[in-house]
C-alpha cells in the first residue's frame, strides 16, 4: 500500500495554538485522541466533514492545515 498523500500541519498547529494537546484538539472535533495520532503520523486521510472541522478548530481555511502530495521540496 502506497504513503497517504494527504498531509497537514495540525501538529504544529496545535503547538502554535496554547500547545493544545491531542485530547483538547479531539474533543473540539468530535474525535478520539487516537484519530488525532493517527492524522499527525499520516497514517489516515480524514473525511471531507472532519478536515472542515479541524480547519474551523484552528480558525483557518483547508489548505491552512491540509496539503496534497509531498510539499517538504518547498
Do not use: C, W
Request: avoid cysteine.
Amino acid at each position: 500500500m502506497g504513503k497517504n498523500l494527504v498531509g497537514n500541519h495540525i501538529r504544529k498547529l496545535r503547538f502554535n495554538h496554547d500547545e493544545m494537546t491531542q485530547q483538547q484538539l479531539a474533543d473540539k472535533v468530535g474525535v478520539t485522541r487516537q484519530t488525532i495520532v493517527a492524522l499527525e503520523k499520516g497514517n489516515y486521510s480524514p473525511s471531507l466533514e472532519l478536515a472542515f472541522r479541524i480547519a474551523n478548530a484552528f480558525n483557518l481555511p483547508l489548505e491552512g492545515v491540509f496539503f496534497y502530495g509531498d510539499n517538504t521540496r518547498q
